[in-house]
């Protein structure tokens, strides 16, 4: 499932192909989908201007206030184009045409994603969504001092509690295991455990890497593909996702890298390295 740094590719892609741009026309197919737009929704004559990110989700926003929340799921993804090149595919769930002859479509295949309108009317609805998340793990507001706050009554495990998306926003099983280990902090430990030069680090080691991931346009997974034909190579600098077995690349430890289940995900660590 795309974590931050995916959704992040996405979102400058959509900025760059998109903002700016007036919708001509805009076609909905969502019926199946977790929760429809309405299918008499028009867009018509809205411009888009701007995306932002929370976490892992995608704010559209248009001129006249209201807005688009997108999340991508587990395959969901934007294509983009010429109109006049356009090949629809059934599993296009929103597609808006643009003044200048081009078109983004919202395609997900294992229709997981999400997209959910706010007219400038929600927009207390529109805030009241967001204020359900923690801060995003790249803002400033996500620092040693929040995240010792947070943990110091919890007894979950702290690669739980980083992937919860109450507490900081836009970190799922990729980002937890990668952070963990270049942090030395062991998924296992209770978060009321870690001390504040801990915490300190995982920051750290949280944020330097979803920013190198993001340069790296994000990491490709099986069912992740951020824009046809154009995929991110994060994934070839996993340290410890998906390397059970593999040597260690941290330490000189004999076992290497154990694969595990920490609260029901499957987790990858360095039991010698990590603490
Ligand atoms: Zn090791």
Known sequence: MPELPEVETVRLRLSWHCVGRKIVS????????????????????????????????????????????IHLGMTGCFLFGS???RQPSTHDHLSLEFGDGTYASFNDRRRFGVITYYSSADSEAFSARLDTLGPDALSSSFDAEYLRSR??????????????????????????????FRARI?????????????????????KSTLWRSIALGGATLDDYRGRIGEMGTFDQEFT????????????????????????????????????
């Open 151 to 180: 943990l110091h009554t919890r007894n979950a495990p702290i690669k739980a509690l980083l992937m919860d998306q109450q507490l900081v926003a836009g970190i799922g099983n990729i980002y937890s295991c990668e952070s963990l």
């Open 240 to 275: 410890v996702f998906g390397r059970g077995g593999q040597p260690c690349p941290g330490c000189t430890c004999r076992a290497g890298i154990v694969q595990t289940r920490c609260a029901g995900r499957v987790t990858y660590h360095c039991p010698e390295r990590q603490h």
């Open 26 to 69: 805009n076609c909905i197919s969502s019926a199946q989908f977790r929760s429809p737009l309405p299918m008499d929704l028009d867009l018509c004559d809205r411009t888009l201007r701007g995306v932002d990110r929370h976490g892992k989700l995608l704010l559209l926003g248009f001129d006249d206030g209201s807005h688009l929340l």
């Open 83 to 85: 109109s006049r090149d």
């Open 186 to 206: 062991s998924p296992d430990r209770p978060g009321r455990s870690l001390s504040l030069s801990e915490a300190d680090e995982l920051i750290v080691a949280i």
